[in-house]
């Protein structure tokens, strides 16, 4: 008889461990809806509705499509129109191919080899374009222009095979590369937000001193970063006549190198 006695408390200690086990359980995972509801609402509220977070972007050429990023993944000549700019899932410079332009003519002050101007365009994660706008407007600095492009080399400024050129009146989305030694480089694309007010400070010169090589905009808030690339672009830099002894091709840098 005490057997059955001792059984049937048994029996209640594992309903009673049961019901308490799924009670915790039950407590856990509401905490863990209603953490994963907060978060979410906050970045609902911190995404701004007219330009979402970007799903991918492409650099484009007059129309024609050097490469797309999407989800990590690059393709490079997606519509199979830019031989001359890419090759061997990179992108191409060489003076050979004629995807880079010798400015010596233009700016004989200044000689360099970079290509014609080319254009950055975010979509969503749909494909939607997302028209960002401009940082200045006729030289002013935009109310609205509280985006701007970024970009960072995974080599540093000595051993960096590439750099990137924005001129005065190239706009905050478009940019020219330039082949500065031999050798093969990867940069990554970002964009940074300001809500605060911005200041825009010139760096470098031109022959237009009021049209300098490089503005770049202070902002009065710390920035946020609402896109990075995963993955860098790679980029391979041929070799032509007039590398220098330090295995640089000639270029004047008296513009910002970031």
């Known amino acids: ?9 048994n029996l209640i200690r594992k309903k009673i461990f ?61 519509d199979g129109a830019a031989s001359d700019f890419v090759d061997n899932d990179m992108i191409m410079l060489s003076v050979d191919r004629g995807s880079l332009i010798d400015t010596r003519e233009t700016r004989p002050d200044s000689p360099r080899y ?13 494909g939607n374009d997302i028209l960002y706008p401009e940082e200045k407007i006729d030289g002013e600095i935009n109310p609205g ?13 000595h051993n960096r095979r590439a750099n990137i050129e924005q001129h005065g009146d190239d706009g905050s989305w478009a940019f020219h590369f ?18 605060g ?8 010169s031109s022959d237009n001193p009021n049209n ?8 009065s808030l710390d920035e946020g970063e ?13 070799e032509y006549e007039g590398i220098e002894e330090n295995g640089r091709y000639p270029h004047d840098r008296h513009f910002r190198i970031r």
Request: contains cysteine; aromatic residues 12%; proline residues 6%.
């Open 145 to 157: 222009g509280d985006y701007r492009l970024e970009w960072e080399w995974v080599d540093d400024i």
């Open 18 to 78: 049961v019901i308490m086990l799924f009670q915790n359980l039950t407590r856990v995972l509401l905490t863990l809806v209603l953490v994963t509801f907060i978060v979410t609402a906050c970045n609902d509220e911190d995404e701004d509705p007219l330009f979402p977070i970007p799903g991918g972007f492409s650099i484009q050429l007059e129309g024609v499509s050097l490469v797309t990023y999407d989800n990590g993944t690059y393709e490079y000549d997606p």
């Open 212 to 219: 300098p090589q490089r503005t770049e905009r202070v902002c």
């Open 226 to 238: 609402v896109f990075r690339a995963s993955a860098p672009l790679m980029i391979h830099v041929d």
């Open 114 to 126: 970079i290509t014609p101007l080319v254009e950055i365009d975010f979509y969503d994660d749909l």
């Open 178 to 195: 330039r082949a500065d030694q031999p050798g093969e480089t990867g940069v990554i694309f970002k964009i940074f937000r300001c809500e």
């Open 1 to 9: 008889m005490w057997y059955l006695v001792d059984r049937r408390i």
């Open 197 to 204: 007010d911005r200041e825009i400070e010139s760096h470098g």
